[in-house]
């Protein structure tokens, strides 16, 4: 085994204790956000940009499809999965409004919308936070650093400890699959 490889596993079992030390008290309040907004009929939002962008996409359908377990298909999608939406609104108004634009135009009070940002200043995603706080929607953070100017936006914020953006990116992928799976127990066991 290289060292690089050796390296990366290290930090990810570093950063992986931390995260499981310091978050799962947060980590279970997201998950209780997200099961009383999917009770209540309202659906769950996620953006973020490239990384974030896709593991946004990946957990909006793990929500729609299923994680696990066999239930009903739950109401959640990415704001960055619409090519057409994000190129129209981009060139119309510019990036750092492609998903605020779209909260604007979906996410409603009783909504949750969850914005994945490694550094937790991605401007896009902020905006998207800005408006849909005005929406009365919930807002959650999965952040990472020390949890950017993003922080201050979030209803809540889970901010992974950690400076490097590769093992930010895949505890939050993890911190997302546990969201999932802890939405998902709810609504087989009522289904």
């Known amino acids: 085994m290289n060292d690089a490889m050796l390296v990366a596993f290290e930090e990810h079992a570093r950063l992986l204790e931390r995260v499981r030390g310091e978050l799962s008290g947060s980590i279970e309040d997201a998950a209780t956000r997200m099961v009383a907004c999917l009770q209540a009929g309202n659906a769950v939002f996620w953006c973020g940009n490239g990384g974030s962008a896709s593991d946004a996409e990946h957990l909006a359908a793990e929500l729609v499809g299923r994680f696990k377990r066999e239930r009903p298909a739950l109401h959640s999608a990415a704001l960055s999965a619409n ?10 108004y510019g990036f750092d409004d492609v998903f605020r634009r779209q909260v604007e135009g979906v996410v409603r009070r009783g909504d949750v919308l969850v914005g994945l940002s490694t550094s937790g200043n991605s401007e896009n995603v902020m905006r998207a936070m800005q408006a849909a706080k005005q929406q009365n929607a919930v807002t959650i953070g999965l952040l990472g650093r020390d949890g950017g100017k993003m922080a201050g936006l979030c209803d809540l914020s889970v901010i992974v400890p950690g400076l490097d953006t590769a093992r930010i990116q895949e505890m939050h992928i ?13 609504f087989s066991e009522s289904s």
Do not use: R
């Open 83 to 92: 090519t057409s939406l994000v190129t129209a609104i981009g060139n119309d």
């Open 174 to 186: 993890l911190i997302g699959h546990i969201l999932c799976d802890s939405v998902e127990q709810v």
